[in-house]
C-alpha cells in the first residue's frame, strides 16, 4: 500500500507488543469463521463490491470480525463528496487526495469502513490469498514500488481519477511503521494533487488497545501476511481510530508534503532517534 520507491524501514516485528491482551482459543476460532463468512460475500458480490455501500459494509464486517472497533473523528474522509457537480453537463468537482500514516494492512480496511475510495496500493497486495481478490475487486490500483520509471505516469493516472471526481486514498510514508511520525511523506503523489487542483486530507491513524497505545496491529519487516493476521484476531480489546484534519490546497507538492505529515504527527513523538 505504498508508493513506488519505498523505503528500507527501520520498524521490524520486534516493535510489536510483546504481552498484548489476547481473546482465547473458542474466540479466536469464532472470529476466524466470521472473518471467512465476510470474505466470502465479498467474493460473491464480483464487481459490485466497488458500489461504495458494498464496500463499506464488507469493510465494517471484517473489523467486526476481527473484534476491531473503529472510532472515527469525523465521519467523513473526504471534501467534496463522491458525486460530481449539481448541474447536467457540469464538470465534476475533484476528488480528495486522502493521505495517512501508515501502520497496518488493517489501515484500509479502517479507512474504507469510514468512507469508500480508491486505493493505490504496492503490487504484492494484488497477489495475495483471498485479500488480493477483494481488493482488485473493490477498484484498487496498483503499482510497483521500486518502479521510478513508472512515476511519472502514476501521478498522471491519479491525478486523472482526482479529476474524475473520484478520492483516492495513499500511504506517503511508501512503508509500515510503529509509530505515526515514522518516515517522512513523499512527495509524489502531492503532485497529482496540485495538477488536479484537489484538496488534501491528512488522516491519523492510530491503535489502541483498552485504552493504551499499541503495536498490535503493525505489519513490519518481512513478517508475513498470515502472522500479522493471526496476531490482530487475537487481540483483545484491539481499537483504531481515524482522525481526519483540515484539509489543504496548494500548487507546491514540497509544501503540501510538508503540512500533511505536520498535521498527520502532530504531537508525536519520533520512531526512532
Known sequence: MSPAGAPAALCTPACV???????????LARRYAALAYEIGRGVAQ?????????????ARGILGALGVRVEEQPKRL?????FPG???????LPGTLIVANHISWLDVVSLLAVEPVTVLAKREVGGWPVIGTLARRAGSQFIDREG???LPHVVAELASTLRSGRSVLVFPQATTWC???GGRFRRATFQAAADAGAPVRPVTIRYYQHGTRTTTA???GDETFGASLHRVARARGLTVRVTAHASLHGTDRRELAAEAQAAVGAHEMPAHV
Open 17 to 27: 507488543t510483546g504481552s498484548a491482551p489476547r481473546v482465547p482459543p473458542p474466540e
Open 46 to 58: 464480483g464487481e459490485r463490491l466497488a458500489e461504495p455501500r458494498a464496500l463499506r459494509a464488507r
Open 78 to 82: 473526504t471534501v467534496n463528496g463522491p
Open 86 to 92: 449539481p448541474f447536467p453537463g457540469s464538470r465534476p
Open 148 to 150: 521510478i520509471r513508472q
Open 179 to 181: 509509530s505515526v511520525s
Open 218 to 220: 503493525a505489519f513490519l
